[in-house]
């Protein structure tokens, strides 16, 4: 077995059209695996160049599977690469990148995420250069006050930029206090340099360990030892110290893409949680750009403000797959005219919270889903018979049929239940009393009705053997017992779990304004302006929504005039990364698309908050659980009226969840929908 990791390593020959013979290294792997008919050889690589022909024509019918660097990215799974250009001095470049830094840093520590940022300062050609950059680096953070930090804020006009120095002030971080900050956190002992092969070697440890809490280094000096090989989650700034640039006729040359290869390094995800947000691998505010937690998912590549050179660099990394060409930015507006409701101004939307569970409700086994039905137990008696088959004596010795016998635990002996609670490492008394709080004891887990007390063994086996039952078989009937209670309890332990209380919250608190990030071209990318932009039940300008979600809302706007013979108010707010709401059992997040407020007529002044999901068929098993959610949180509120009171006025709601939206069969939302509602 062979297994290549940077795969299109091996393709020398192939790329050259030299013969496969030759001494390099796809020639060296090529005779290795022609060895032996049945020797097999796995490649692994990101970066396979599908527009070379030969290569095309070598893994025509090799692909596996094809996952690439913009799928990848596309996915979430990756910073975002951010190109900072400034017509600024070296100075004031390397100042900006510091500011960014650390404002990466204060930000993370506001929303007690252990981060340490690391910027990499890139050397164009030589170690000299490098060792250079690393030395005025160091003349420049002794030499850092106040001013320098006022002249970036008073000069630069990047809103990247200004919103570092907004979250400043507001956080009281005065100009004098950040260059105190950024001489400690970049004194020359938190910098390292890597260029030559003895010098890597030598830094190797703090190298590959920058994500560690010991590890202090903030700063990476470096010509092109790290272009390949080397993963890293909290590089977040790479200062490009040279503004040369190599292309010819208008193609990005080596040194740019080596540059992009190098931002592909960096862009690897750093992985962190937040209050709602608990996907630790992949972006959390593609839909929230302004967000001030969105600068953790950014790489920033701080260039020269050069129009060429930047139409280079993004080049080389589409073609890395570190950006897309076809990714466009889409303003999410709320209408004016919805602003300006009462609604807006009053209304309230509820929603509950991921909480700890702590098992508090647990007072039995059946709470932790463990059936009340016995545990068989067989007993291998060793008895049986031998007879032909093919005789004519029809008298076939039989073995004695299996008789069975109940046994309530608490008949056990205590030192063989005892026994086997010991030997297994699920049941110790910490174990217990996490999953059932309400246990003072052992003794009690096992003599109460509500736990092991009240189950029973079926034993299965010959008279002689029921009759005197040994301790082994009364210890391995326990042992299975206790696996099968492991097995079912586990199944419901969750680390969280949704509560059952909505609270209100503000509608004009919830629902803001954004920018979107969408693909061109993609069912989303279309905003359907021209069909929402009239219908003032619908609150945004816009509808980026997937085509079922599209085909929901002119669905709705059909039910229109049916509605409004009961409800005077209505709105229909589509859900882009608004609100969460969380599974009563394990607390699992659910964005549902849309939600509809429903104002009777009549002065009852009750608001229908309805929660609605439109669901492509291909989908609706695997999302199964939201469905299910949806009945529940109908279920609970059943009967329940939700009341408000302020100084002015009060308001009356009813939560409401309806099963899945799917275009083909509406009419059974439709009828869902009126019979949850009372049409």
């Known amino acids: 077995m062979l297994m290549a990791d940077e795969a299109h390593h091996i393709n020398v020959g192939t790329k050259s059209q030299r013969d496969v013979e030759e001494l390099n290294w796809e020639g060296t792997v090529q005779r290795i695996f022609g060895q032996n008919e049945d020797n097999l050889l796995l490649e692994f690589t990101a970066t396979l160049d599908y527009t070379h022909g030969n290569i095309v024509e070598k893994y025509r019918n090799k692909v596996i599977y094809r996952y690439d660097l913009r799928q990848f990215r596309n996915d979430g799974y990756s910073k975002d690469v951010y190109i900072v250009q400034a017509d600024f001095e070296e100075k004031e470049r390397i100042m900006q990148a510091l500011i960014l830094s650390q404002y990466k840093q204060e930000v993370a520590a506001k929303h007690h995420i252990n981060l340490k940022p690391v910027i990499l300062f890139k050397a164009q050609k030589t170690i000299a250069q490098s060792q250079q950059n690393k030395a005025d680096f160091h003349q420049l953070i002794e030499n850092l006050i106040e001013d320098d930090i006022e002249r970036i804020r008073d000069k630069s006009d990047i809103p990247l930029v200004k919103r570092a120095f907004e979250f400043f002030k507001s956080n009281g971080i005065t100009p004098t206090q950040l260059a105190e900050r950024l001489r400690r956190e970049f004194e020359e002992r938190r910098c390292i340099s890597v260029n030559e092969e003895r010098e890597k070697e030598v830094q190797q440890i703090l190298l590959n360990t920058l994500e560690d809490k010991d590890n202090r280094i903030r700063a990476v000096f470096a010509v092109q030892k790290l272009n390949e090989g080397w993963d890293v989650l909290n590089l977040f700034d790479i200062v490009r110290c040279y503004t040369t640039r190599d292309a010819k006729a208008g193609k990005p040359g080596r040194t740019t893409l080596a540059e992009a290869q190098l931002i592909g390094r960096g862009a690897r995800y750093f992985p962190f949680v937040t209050g709602e947000q608990n996907d630790r691998f992949r972006r959390k505010f593609d839909s929230s750009l302004a967000d001030e937690m969105r600068v953790l998912e950014e790489l920033h590549y701080h260039s020269i403000n050069d129009s060429r050179y930047i139409a280079e660099l993004r080049t080389a990394l589409i073609d890395e797959g570190m950006m897309d060409e076809r990714e466009i930015s889409e303003p999410l507006q709320l209408k004016n005219s919805f602003k300006e409701t009462e609604f807006y101004e009053c209304g309230l939307l509820y929603i509950n919270e991921r909480v700890k569970n702590n098992y508090g409700y647990v007072r039995s086994l059946s709470d932790m889903g463990v059936s009340k039905k016995n545990y068989a137990h067989k007993i291998a008696s060793g008895r049986g018979a031998t007879d032909a088959l093919l005789d004519d004596n029809e008298k076939v010795g039989r073995v004695a049929e299996a008789v069975q016998k109940d046994m309530k635990i608490t008949e056990i002996p205590g030192h063989i239940v005892c026994n086997a609670i010991a030997r297994q490492s699920f049941f110790t008394f910490r174990s217990i009393k996490k999953y059932f709080p309400h246990v003072a004891s052992v003794r009690e887990f096992v003599e109460a009705d509500d736990y092991l007390g009240g189950l029973e063994i079926t034993f299965l086996g010959d008279l002689t053997e029921l009759d005197g039952l040994s301790n082994k078989a009364q210890l391995d009937a326990m042992i299975g017992l206790l696996s099968l209670i492991e097995l079912e309890v586990r199944k419901s332990i969750t680390e969280y779990r949704g509560a059952e209380d909505f609270k209100p919250n503000a509608v004009s608190s919830i629902f803001s304004e954004k920018v979107l990030k969408l693909i061109q071209g993609s069912e989303r990318a279309n905003g359907d302006e021209q069909f929402v932009s009239d219908k003032d039940w619908y609150v945004f300008s816009a ?75 291909h989908l609706k098993a695997h999302d199964k659980w939201k469905e299910d959610f949806l009945k529940e949180v109908t279920k609970k509120f059943k009967g329940r009226i939700l009341e408000y009171k302020a100084k002015k006025w009060s308001q009356n709601y009813r939560l409401v969840g309806v099963p899945f939206y799917n275009n083909e069969d509406e009419n059974n939302f439709k009828g869902s929908l009126y019979e949850v509602v009372g049409n």
């Not at 085509?547 to 706007?557: G, I, P």
């Not at 990364?577 to 104002?599: Q, T, Y």
């Open 543 to 617: 509808n980026y929504g997937t085509r079922e979600e599209k085909a929901f809302v002119r669905m709705f706007s059909r039910q229109m005039d049916t509605l409004k013979e009961n409800y005077d108010g209505i709105y229909l707010v589509r859900n882009e990364r608004h609100f969460k709401i969380f599974n009563f059992s394990d607390g699992r997040a659910f964005e549902p698309d849309f939600v509809l407020f429903l104002r009777e007529k009549g002065g009852n002044m009750l608001t229908y908050q309805i929660f609605v999901e439109p669901k492509g068929k």
